[in-house]
């Protein structure tokens, strides 16, 4: 379950043209509520024009820095993200949920980490970067970052200072698909580039484990490139920041009807009718019920909850292990009951 604290604002960056970041005032009191791992996102509650929208946001501090600051990248009629890079002013108090997620990356020793981000794709990743630089110092980590170009590029500065700092630690490489620069590959990151990092720039690294971050298409292609040279797809972990639906989800099968849904939440019981066509969450939005969400696209971790009885069908689901599936674990912004009678906790996740 999330849980909700009022934070002030304590600085607002300019990093690029259409992106700012934003650091948060943690007091005293709630500095171990907000302890987070490499790679973990906070949400943001706020009420814009009296609708009340959530945004997840993955933290882009070290975890050593005790620091909560994320970055937000404006988005063709994105609400929150236009407001945030236009309007958002220091000393605004927002309310924002303790860290979760389970795209981390825990400090360990002597590791070879590779990872690929693109875009705002970068926030957990530079993380993890920082992570690795400040606590493993045998450890090596390769990055591969794509953007349009370098004056786009979130934390260009701040990247191309770490790779200074730690020369036998970072190798940092960038991919620009509307710039051609020196000692840059030029395009979007695709099989080919994956192959000439890996199989030639790099072919001496004997690489552990592989972050990406970044659109799903970027993601596939990526981790499919990665296992043809080798990778065990448990080495490779990821994140999306958009998601599609294919043509075989989209033709998914929801029966109509209504069925008889029991929520647990809180350690609560509630209980109402939910058309099969609607998602669980939403109809325990709309039965007011304060269900944990965040993305509602199928991308973040913030609404799992576990079916105990009956049974459910996701539209999309790229987030969940096969395990996690087997002990009825959902993602219930995706999720379509399909029995007559369904209990979904939200408490035992």
Sequence with gaps: MSTFHKLRIEKIIKETADAVSILFDIPAELKDNYTFIAGQYITIKATLDDKEIRRAYSICASPNSKQIKVAVKAVDHGKFSTYATTKLKEGTFLEVSEPEGKFILEPQAQKNYLAFAAGSGITPVLSMVKTVLENESTSTITLVFGNKRAESTIFYAELNELAEKHPSQLNLHYVFSQEVRTNTKFGRIDKGHVNYFVKNIHKDI????????????????????????????????????????????????????????????????????????????????????????????????????????????????????????????????????????????????
């Design 206 to 349: 004997s690489f552990d484990s592989a972050y990406l971050c970044g659109p799903e298409e970027m993601i596939q292609t990526v981790s499919e490139t990665l296992q043809e040279n080798g990778f065990d797809e448990r080495d490779i972990y990821f994140e999306l920041f958009t998601a599609t639906i294919s043509d075989e989800e989209a033709a998914l099968h929801i029966p109509d009807g209504k069925s008889e849904i029991k929520v647990v939440l809180d350690d609560e019981e509630h209980a109402f009718m939910m058309e099969k066509t609607d998602t669980v969450l939403a109809a325990s939005l709309r039965n007011k019920l304060d269900a944990p969400y965040s993305c509602q696209g199928g991308v973040c971790s913030s609404c799992i909850a576990k079916v105990t009885e009956g049974k459910a069908v996701m539209a999309k689901n790229s987030i969940l292990t096969d395990d996690e599936l087997e002990e009825g674990l959902i993602l219930t912004c995706q999720a379509h009951p399909t029995t007559q009678k369904i209990v979904v906790d939200f408490d035992d996740v």
